[in-house]
């Protein structure tokens, strides 16, 4: 009976005016380097390329201590892999993954066949794991890593058609592979999840998994089946994780999240009615769920690092870093229950 769940206007519209003026020719401008070998390869000439080994980003800290995402103009990189014995043709196999304001196309390249501390000797950084990587890095860096691991990692599992059998092969934009014997197409892969903060009015309802960080309570999650609208996801994840029935949705936003594979997160809001807040966990899901008081809420946002708590003591409750789109579903509610919506 879906006809009782209302989905909620969204209350933030989002301003996209501080967007700079050439937007629409640089999206115009990397379509075509999607599409146009030629193109491309010459956009990488005279591009950038940041790297990884197996997956993990080269990022180099600065004088200042902050880490960032170095990137290497495809002349300079051609010349470090010469030095370092292998064919600089190699960099032909960076995958596009966006381009600048002044349309200087970017690409990230994986360098695993190569001795790892020799690139790192080589570029002047350090090759580190993809979630240390994202937690570290600031503004627009941390979804270019988490991209470029995506598309690199599609590329790796995807070298073979799974209806003939045969090699794929890419575009030069790395943005498709295709089977030349069947004509088939593969696009990079992401599974959509829905992530719902559920309030009952005055509380709202946060989980954690057995495998989180200790202390650490999120919102819940849950990937979409095959077929299913996103409301439908949401109502079903709610009903099965924690036996509670959803009246209410609102989008909130989304987000690509990396970890552990590409998920598109859709981002929601949602209510259950103040007489049905009953919560029945499912352990097979989730070792614990419960309701959380502003003040609670407010005490948790309020820690920017995980707490160090003695082992022997209870954890200290903890909600993910701003990065994760459950950060700001909980920030939102704090600020909807601060600010209630009256609906204009
Ligand atoms: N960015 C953020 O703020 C947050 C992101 N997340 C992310 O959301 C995602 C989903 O959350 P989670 O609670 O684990 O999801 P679910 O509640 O759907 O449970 C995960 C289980 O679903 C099954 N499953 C169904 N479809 C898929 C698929 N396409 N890929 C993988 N497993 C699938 C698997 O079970 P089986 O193997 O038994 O079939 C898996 O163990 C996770 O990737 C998590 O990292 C979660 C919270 C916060
Ligand atoms: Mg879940």
Not at 118 to 129: Q, R, S, Y
Request: hydrophobic share 35%.
């Amino acid at each position: 009976m879906l006809r009782c769940l209302r989905v909620l206007p969204a209350r933030v519209t989002r301003n996209f005016s501080r967007c700079c003026s050439n937007y629409v020719a640089r999206m115009r401008f990397i379509n075509k380097l999607k599409e146009d070998e030629g193109a491309c390869l010459t956009a990488l000439e005279s591009g950038d390329v940041f790297l990884y080994h197996t997956l993990a980003p080269l990022l180099r800290k600065t004088q200042q201590g902050v880490f960032q995402l170095p990137l290497l103009p495809f002349k300079d990189l051609e010349g470090i892999l010469n030095r370092l014995g292998k064919d600089g043709s190699m960099v032909k196999d960076s995958v596009l993954i966006t381009c600048t304001e002044q349309n200087r196309a970017l690409f990230c390249l994986d360098v695993g066949e190569l001795d790892q501390r020799a690139v790192e000797k080589e570029c002047g950084g350090n090759f580190v794991d993809l979630r240390k990587a994202f937690f570290t890095l600031r503004g627009e860096e941390a979804p270019l890593v988490a991209r470029g691991q995506a598309l690199l990692r599609w590329h790796q599992g995807n070298g073979f058609c799974s209806a003939s059998g045969k090699p794929t092969t890419r575009n030069q934009a790395g943005s498709q592979r295709v089977c030349h014997s069947n004509g088939l197409i593969y696009y990079p892969k992401m599974s959509p999840v829905i992530i719902t903060l559920v309030s009952d009015g005055k509380r709202c309802l946060l989980a954690r998994q057995a495998s989180f960080p200790r202390g650490m309570f999120s919102a819940l999650a849950g990937f979409c089946d095959m077929g299913e609208t996103l409301e439908e996801t949401l109502r079903r994840e709610v009903a099965e994780e924690v036996g509670l029935e959803v009246v209410s949705v609102r989008y909130s936003g989304s987000q690509h999240w990396p970890f552990p594979q590409s998920s598109f997160m859709v981002a929601c809001h949602a209510t259950v009615s103040p007489g049905n807040t009953q919560v029945d966990v499912d352990h097979e899901e989730l070792e614990e769920a419960r309701w959380f008081t502003l003040e609670e809420i407010r005490a948790a946002l309020k820690l920017r690092t995980p707490p160090r708590d003695p082992r022997d003591q209870p954890p200290t409750i903890w909600v993910p870093p701003s990065y994760a789109i459950a950060h700001q579903l909980i920030r939102e509610w704090v600020d909807d229950q601060e600010h209630p919506y009256d609906g204009k």
